[in-house]
């Protein structure tokens, strides 16, 4: 009997876009100095005590926890909503914890149930995983930064993403507002990657469940909320999904089944993380000063600095093809992040990330001058 042959999923994927750079560290750490590693926006400053505290203290459950999450961390979580972004019609029941939110994500097309070959409509300039999580589905994908851009042909999904990554755009109330009704008109499902919204510097930014967007209209909506950045938890994989119930309904069925759960110690750091802002504020201050410095030696550098009105970077161009500009940094032990990772209309941009050390910044700040 002849064993089935398997199609390697990852043949249908794009190259790791990270894998394309591994030329360029190696040149970037051979600088005598070492290397200053700005591509990846992972967090480099302590967890806080109360955080690490509640972990402890939830560590001593042996049991399985559950998909939906406890009833306090989704509390918490709304509450959260409320007191720091103004968006006070979320109840526990329209939360959903998640094992971080890149996963989430790349899973959210499947378990939404998009079909194969329907669309999804991804910003033209995006973090990959929106389109990952399309392929992952067999759907299409189109780049598209308006409802005009479309067509008349109605997607299943959209992926918004404000604050944006890699771009640090924020897309205005009235942008948002265009994009709910129009989504609405058609039956689309509206995800709205919000991970830096808590981040913002030059340019307020606002959810898409805010009243101003959805007038406390849900339906159809659904937000990502990380607590990677504004808390330092990359390594505790910890998120969560807001918004439309029955949706939120739908995801928490299909995840149960798939044994998709957060921790129960991740659930008792999420909640002290979710309740406590003076941690959160303290590390909005340590970035905003990390940003003015890298901001100012990039603009003396001969950079032009277009969008990173939030979020973790710095989205910069000197007009050249971003691989030959990625070189310009290796050689001075600098790593960024190319923008084409993003999409074709990122290919004259890098991504600078402003998630290193005091010391590394002050290092990349002194090489650029």
């Given at each position: ?6 199609q ?8 790791f ?9 190696a040149?970037?750490?051979?600088h ?8 990846v926006?992972t967090p ?8 690490r505290q509640a972990?402890?203290?939830a ?15 989704r ?17 526990q ?13 790349a899973?959210?097309?499947?378990q939404?149930g ?22 992952l ?22 992926f ?11 897309l205005?109330?009235?942008?948002l ?16 990657d919000?991970?830096y ?5 030059d340019?307020?930014?606002v959810s898409?469940?805010?009243p ?36 939120i309904?739908e995801?928490?069925a299909?995840?149960?089944h ?9 659930q ?6 979710l ?17 003015a ?6 603009e ?5 600095i ?8 710095l989205?910069?161009?000197r007009g ?16 960024v992040?190319?923008g ?12 600078m ?13 002194e090489?650029?001058?």
């Amino acid at each position: 009997m002849t064993a089935r042959r398997l199609q390697p999923v990852s043949d249908g994927l794009p190259d790791f876009p990270w894998d394309t750079i591994a030329e360029a560290k190696a040149r970037a750490a051979g600088h005598p100095d070492g290397i200053v590693d700005l591509s990846v926006g992972t967090p480099v400053d302590p967890v806080d005590p109360v955080i690490r505290q509640a972990l402890a203290q939830a560590s001593e459950f042996p049991g399985y926890p559950a998909t939906v999450g406890t009833t306090e961390l989704r509390e918490a979580a709304a509450a959260t909503l409320a007191r720091r972004f103004g968006i006070d019609d979320v109840d526990q029941d329209a939360i959903l914890p998640v094992i971080g939110t890149k996963e989430a994500i790349a899973g959210l097309p499947s378990q939404l149930g998009v079909p194969a070959g329907e669309l999804v409509v991804i910003p033209e300039v995006a973090y990959p995983t929106y389109e990952v999580g399309a392929l992952l589905a067999g759907a299409r994908v189109l780049r598209a930064d308006s409802t005009v851009a479309i067509g008349p042909e109605a997607p299943a999904l959209l992926f918004l993403n404000s604050p944006s990554n890699p771009t640090g755009k924020v897309l205005p109330v009235d942008h948002l507002r265009k994009v709910v009704s129009w989504a609405r008109e058609r039956g689309v499902v509206v995800v709205s990657d919000e991970c830096y919204l808590g981040l913002a510097w030059d340019q307020p930014a606002v959810s898409i469940l805010d009243p101003a967007v959805c007038d406390g209209d849900h339906t159809g909506l659904i937000a990502v909320h990380s607590l990677s950045k504004v808390s330092n938890l990359a390594s505790y994989r910890a998120g969560f999904l807001a918004g439309d119930r029955d949706l939120i309904a739908e995801l928490l069925a299909v995840r149960k089944h798939a044994g998709l759960i957060v921790p129960f110690p991740v659930q008792g750091a999420m909640i002290a993380a979710l309740n406590d802002d003076v941690h959160v504020d303290a590390q909005r201050e340590r970035y905003r000063l990390r940003r003015a410095k890298l901001k100012n030696a990039l603009e003396s550098a001969g950079f032009a600095i277009d969008d990173s009105e939030a979020g973790l970077y710095l989205w910069a161009t000197r007009g050249d093809d971003s691989r030959a500009t990625l070189d310009w940094f290796a050689e001075r032990g600098i790593l960024v992040a190319p923008g084409d990772f993003y999409g074709p209309r990122g290919a004259r941009h890098i991504r600078m990330a402003f998630t290193a050390t005091d010391e590394r910044v002050d290092t990349a700040v002194e090489r650029l001058a």
